[in-house]
Structures are given as structure tokens and as C-alpha cells.
């Protein structure tokens, strides 16, 4: 089937340290985000990808860096400049051939603890 | 910048029964799309409902249906006949219109915490 996969589903980190969540999705959609969610202030944008070997960034980009080395693969780094790293990260795709009203699936998210 | 707007923290509503989830947003743009997506424990999201602005007609999918209003800009979701599997996090959506070099992602409001009573 297809779909999106995030991993790892539970990630537990030391301050200072610099942590990759994975996104990878079978779907052949060409735009990839990563949103972050946080209790009571629903989900921002932090990077997108339209195409391979190009990201822009979204609302809440600081101390995050992402790449798009392959069509399937949208990796999302936290680094150690992430002041409040604690969050639920959801990683999401949308075929541009379906235009504006197309919408963006989902992966299962990925919890991540600052400890 | 476009925002979206939830004023309803949490609903609770008798199972069978009827709820309707308000959502407001602020726009410049006269061509959009507007989403509900629901998001139950499992925390996956998933497209409830998706409506085009430029359409008059109200969106509707099986029990789900939407009142919208674009003069207002209002975008309300109608639950009907609700179920206890309808229990989620509910949020509302608008995509900003792909212009070249603007974001190309969803803007979503806060998100609407519905309760479902046996």
C-alpha cells in the first residue's frame, strides 16, 4: 500500500544534540512538508519541497534544516539551535498534479523528547 | 499572512446527535481551498472534507457537510448522526494559492477537540 512512513515513532534526545527524523513516501507525489504540532497551537509549516534539490522554508524554520536529495525521501534535521525542540513532528505529501485542492497525506508523526 | 480561526477549544456532543464546528479565517485572496481534517488518537491526519472557494455549493461527504460562507469567511463543518468513532482532534485548513514562490503548505487553525458521550 501505499503511503508515508515516519520514523523513528518515539525519539528521545540530550540538549545539544542534533537529531534526523526520517520521511519517506511510495506515493510518487513530487511536494513533501514537515509540519510541528504542539498542545493548543495546532500545526506550522517548518519546510516544504516542490521538487528534488529545492526547499523553502516555512513559518517556524529556525533551527531546523532539512534536504531533498530524492524524490521519496524529505529528512528533517533538529539541531541543537532549536531553542524549544519538544514537539510532534508530522511529515505530509501532496501530488501537484491534482493543483490547489489536492491534499496532503499524512504520515503517523514522530514524538520528539528533549531531555 | 492568511490565519484560520477556531474558537471552539472542545465540543461534546450525545452520540446520534448533531454538532457543528466553527471556522473563520482572514484572506485577500479571492481564489482558495479550504480542508477539514480530523485526527484521532492515533494521531494520523486524515481529509474529512475539502471545499473550493469558487464553488457556491456546500461540500458534502456521507454525514460530514460544510456551511460556507465566503462573504463572512466562514467555513463550518456539520457532524450528523455522530459516532463515537468521530471522536478526534478536528482542524480547519485553507491552502494559499500557489503563486510561484509563496508557501505551497496548509494553513491550519487551532483545532477543535470533539467529545463524543455514549
Known amino acids: 500500500d501505499g503511503g508515508i512512513t515516519q520514523s523513528p515513532k518515539y525519539l528521545f534526545r540530550k540538549e545539544g544534540q542534533n537529531v534526523t527524523l526520517s520521511c519517506e513516501q511510495n506515493?510518487?507525489?513530487?511536494?513533501m512538508y514537515w509540519y510541528r504540532q504542539d498542545p493548543g497551537q495546532g500545526l506550522r509549516l517548518i519546510y516544504y519541497?516542490?521538487?528534488?534539490?529545492?526547499?523553502q522554508k516555512g513559518d517556524i524554520a529556525e533551527g531546523y534544516s532539512v534536504s531533498r536529495e530524492k524524490k521519496e525521501s524529505f529528512p528533517l534535521t533538529v539541531t541543537s539551535a532549536q531553542k524549544n525542540p519538544t514537539a510532534f513532528y508530522l511529515c505530509?505529501?501532496?501530488?501537484?498534479?491534482?493543483?490547489?485542492?489536492?491534499?496532503?497525506?499524512f504520515g503517523e508523526g514522530s514524538r520528539l523528547t528533549v531531555l | 499572512a492568511q490565519t484560520v480561526t477556531q474558537s471552539q477549544p472542545e465540543m461534546s456532543v450525545q452520540e446520534a446527535e448533531t454538532v457543528t464546528l466553527s471556522c473563520t479565517y482572514d484572506?485577500?485572496?479571492?481564489?482558495?481551498?479550504l480542508f477539514w481534517y480530523k485526527q484521532p488518537p492515533s494521531r494520523q491526519m486524515i481529509l474529512v472534507i475539502r471545499q473550493e472557494a469558487y464553488k457556491q455549493q456546500n461540500a458534502t461527504e456521507n454525514r460530514f457537510s460544510v456551511n460556507f460562507q465566503k462573504a463572512a469567511k466562514s467555513f463550518s463543518l456539520k457532524i450528523s448522526d455522530s459516532q463515537l468513532g468521530d471522536a478526534a482532534m478536528y482542524f480547519c485548513a485553507y491552502r494559499t494559492p500557489y503563486s510561484g514562490g509563496g508557501a505551497d503548505g496548509l494553513t491550519f487553525g487551532k483545532g477543535t477537540h470533539l467529545i463524543i458521550q455514549p
Open positions: 484572506t485577500s485572496e479571492s481564489d482558495y481551498y
Open positions: 506515493l510518487n507525489h513530487d511536494a
Open positions: 505530509a505529501s501532496r501530488s501537484r498534479d491534482r493543483g490547489l485542492d489536492g491534499e496532503l497525506f
Open positions: 519541497s516542490q521538487i528534488v534539490n529545492d526547499f
